[in-house]
């Protein structure tokens, strides 16, 4: 099990403890293991969903790598606009 701990710091509120408990209990996975362990998942299915999931993450990759490119493209057009009207 995992142990999460928060010392009250000086001066903080119960609300800013609060807070930062909340952000460490969410960030070491707990409820999501607790999730994922609810129900009994076929090997090949938790496979099927990882897939899925990495497939998505590698699309979502892949749009944010190209709209950056096309900023960069806008970007050094502009720049090249300007340089052409210094001359």
Same mark, same amino acid.
């Given at each position: 099990?995992?142990?999460?701990?928060?010392?009250?710091?000086?001066?903080?509120?119960?609300?800013?403890?609060?807070?930062?408990?909340?952000?460490?209990?969410?960030?070491?996975?707990?409820?999501?293991?607790?999730?994922?362990?609810? &129900?009994?998942?076929?090997?090949?299915?938790?496979? =099927? =969903?990882?897939?899925?999931?990495?497939? =998505?993450?590698?699309?979502?990759?892949?749009?944010?790598?190209?709209? &950056?490119?096309?900023?960069?493209?806008? &970007? =050094?057009?502009?720049?090249?606009?300007?340089?052409?009207?210094?001359?």
């Amino acid at each position: 099990m995992t142990d999460i701990c928060v010392v009250r710091r000086d001066g903080e509120s119960v609300e800013d403890l609060i807070k930062r408990f909340k952000k460490k209990f969410s960030k070491s996975g707990v409820i999501k293991d607790l999730k994922e362990k609810m &129900y009994y998942e076929k090997p090949s299915d938790k496979k =099927r =969903r990882k897939r899925a999931q990495a497939k =998505r993450l590698r699309e979502k990759e892949e749009i944010k790598s190209k709209t &950056y490119r096309i900023k960069q493209l806008k &970007y =050094r057009k502009k720049q090249e606009g300007r340089d052409e009207e210094d001359e």
